[in-house]
């Protein structure tokens, strides 16, 4: 069911889509009612990816949102999925998340109850997932909800999206790159061709579109949300980017291929807010960045006034940074700072493997 705040006239909507009209209160104001107009999300789609102009049109629905990160990494929680909770709601929007590696519970139970009543579903992608379970999961969603738009976004979809909607044709859209403002765009129903970072279906044809400036501002991004993971309880690590990107180009890593070697910070006020934010719920945070001491001043500085600052929970940093992004004093506040955990990429002590590498570090230090 979609509100819809159109200044274009209804009529022309309704030998395509509409199934049914409504006249319902409107939740503040009883007595006014507005104009309720049934459309399944499957049809609306296909409308919204139709050549008419919707430039006026947008819709006020609170959509239900659900996330999936689907079977194949037992170990951590999906980081993404926090981020796009979080702007999804700040834009209006129920979300949850389901971590189908969590629970023992049967799989296809856990998504048939899931995707129960849900507008959109993402699901997330790594390599791994791809292989081992995303398709499986799609035909479930689709199964369970054919009228859901089922989205899918993550670091597979970004470097191989186009191949994975050719052999996944339960799948509407997919997003590439970072997802939160597309996915705000998504939901707020501007039509599918003006939106960048996102390829989707159109009769027999996928469409890419431009690709979406890269996020610069990550400061305006709002906190990652975990409160909406259905394994809440045990997730006792508060895991945020500080930093995203890398600009170096290792032959191993798939970051540089990503995000075109740009690597994007937050301000270290910003940090510290959003880790004080987290203080009473969580145990300890991680920054899981690709690279958090490319700046080693900036790394510095965060040490400094986090130590300043009196929060009290202890941090890691299992991503892994270079070796060569480090010094002593660095070394020092960190541990000051309460760093309990670095992981430290050296890959290889052999010389010749180390050189085929091209992480552009010397070996011996
Ligand atoms: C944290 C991390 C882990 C953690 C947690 C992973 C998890 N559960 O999410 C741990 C340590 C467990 C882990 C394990 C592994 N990882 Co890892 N990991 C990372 C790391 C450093 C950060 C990921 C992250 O959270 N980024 C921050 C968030 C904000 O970005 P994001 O996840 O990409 O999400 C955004 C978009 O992708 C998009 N998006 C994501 N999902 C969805 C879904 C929808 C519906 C939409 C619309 C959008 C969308 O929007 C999000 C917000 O902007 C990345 C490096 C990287 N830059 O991606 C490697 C990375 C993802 N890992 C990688 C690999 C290879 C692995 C392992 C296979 C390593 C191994 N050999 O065991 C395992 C297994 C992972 C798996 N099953 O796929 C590769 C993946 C390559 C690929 N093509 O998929 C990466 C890119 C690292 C690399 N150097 O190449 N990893
Ligand atoms: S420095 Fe790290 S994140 Fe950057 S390309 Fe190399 S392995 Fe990837």
Redesign the pocket.
Known sequence: MFRLNCERPLGILFPLLVHDIHLVPKKNNPVNPVLLVAISAHKFNHYQSSKMSMSNCQTTTRFQVL?I?PL??P???????A??ASSAREAGHEVEVLHLDFSSARTPDRIRRAVKNKDYI?????????QYSARRTARLVKAYNPDCVL?????????DGKRFLEECPDVDIA?I????L??VDILTRRPLHGIPGLMFREGDSIILNREREE?IDLDALPYPDYSVFDNREAITSY?I?TS??CPYQCT????PM??RRRWRFRSVENIIDDIRSAEKAFDRFSI???TFTQNISRAKRFCAEYIKSGIELTWEL??GIRADKLDEELTDLMKRAGCTRVALGIETFDARVFESLNKRENISG
């Open positions: 996330l990160d194949g990494v170990e951590g929680h999906n980081v993404g999925l981020y796009l993402g699901v997330s992608l790594h390599a791994v997932t791809a989205l899918v976004g993550g670091p597979h979809i970004t470097l997003v790159g970072y997802g939160e597309t996915l996020l895991h980017t995203r990107g191993y890593c798939a970051v990503m995000n899981i960045d690709d299992p991503c």
